[in-house]
């Protein structure tokens, strides 16, 4: 089983990380490590280590400015830097799409050649709108979302439950998301031992232990 899906994601998140921060400290230059990772969504630690990273490749620098004070700035490197991050930004989004249509249209497919009509996702981010997306060129119907700890009430018009006893009309289950992956399956399985859960070959690796 391959994980090229996955491992490309995580690279563009990755990647999306450090435009941002290229970004933000192009804007704001009395931006903080703290301010940072509050702005992103990410730990105080990782954004201190990307920081660092920038540092190194200088792409960004620190000036002395009084009262003791350092301020950041995105050096001329550090621009060349953001404008090839966006372009490939960009690419890898257009391909984690394409790449992610075509796996879930085939589990779709798949769940429907087997007598499904009706799926749970189990997500609400990303790849869950994309599910939704595809079942409209598939046999399928989508009708609700599964994600215990999503602020969404509704996706596609669909709600966004906290588990499958709030969805009346599934017979089955499609995994649709990358980050808590292996979680959410884990739990949605020990919940629900008897309801078949189809998992898009892309998040085989990280579902299935090795």
Not at 43 to 51: C, D, E, I, P, T
Not at 67 to 82: I, M, N
Not at 130 to 154: L, N, W
Request: glycine share 4%; hydrophobic share 45%.
């Amino acid at each position: 089983m391959t994980d090229a899906l996955i491992q490309r994601k995580r690279s563009e998140r990755e990647q999306e990380i450090v435009l941002r921060l290229l970004e933000h400290v192009s804007d704001d230059e009395a931006l903080s490590q703290d301010k940072f990772a509050k702005q992103v969504g990410i730990a105080k630690g990782l954004a201190n280590s990307y920081f660092n990273r920038c540092l190194k490749k200088g792409w960004i620098k620190l000036r002395q400015v009084p009262k003791q004070r350092f301020l950041y700035y995105v050096t001329p490197k550090g621009f060349a830097e953001k404008a090839s991050l966006t372009a490939q930004f960009l690419s890898f989004s257009y391909q984690f799409y394409r790449d992610a249509r075509a796996d879930l249209g085939a589990t779709m497919e798949l769940a429907a050649a087997k007598g499904h009509k009706c799926l749970a996702v189990l997500g609400d981010g990303e790849l869950a709108e994309i599910a939704a997306i595809v079942s409209e060129e598939t046999p399928i119907k989508i009708v609700g979302f599964i994600a215990a700890q999503s602020s969404r009430e509704r996706i596609v018009g669909q709600p966004v439950v906290k588990s499958w006893k709030m969805i009346s009309n599934a017979d089955a289950a499609i995994l649709a998301t990358v980050d808590d992956a292996k979680t959410a399956f884990k739990a949605f399985t020990k919940s629900n031992p008897k309801v078949q859960v189809y998992v898009p070959s892309h998040l085989d690796a990280l579902v299935w232990d090795k």
